[in-house]
């Protein structure tokens, strides 16, 4: 485990262009795009717009606190974050 934290590279793409577009977020003031979470061990490292607005493959770059992080296996999660 590094001291400063773990750097977690997450790789996705918009909902593809096939499928109806998003509807406006309920949380985001009407921002266009869906919420969304990323979680280290139950911790939320991220949340706020899905950061894959467009429809090609792209990356975002996260460094995860070291304080996040425990001896052994870490559970890493990606949630929906709209309003059910």
């Known amino acids: ?4 934290g773990l750097r977690v590279i997450v790789v996705g793409t918009a909902q593809p262009t096939r499928l109806p577009a998003p509807q406006p977020s309920r949380q985001a003031g ?4 869906l919420r969304c979470a990323f ?5 939320k490292f991220y949340e706020g717009l899905c ?3 467009e429809p090609k493959l792209s990356a975002q770059d996260y ?3 070291a304080k996040l992080l425990k001896p052994g296996p ?4 990606f949630a929906n974050a709209e309003p059910a």
């Open 39 to 43: 979680r280290i061990n139950g911790q």
């Open 63 to 65: 460094l995860i606190d």
């Open 30 to 33: 009407g921002e266009p795009g």
């Open 74 to 77: 870490n559970v890493l999660e």
């Open 1 to 4: 485990m590094l001291s400063r």
């Open 51 to 53: 950061p894959f607005p």
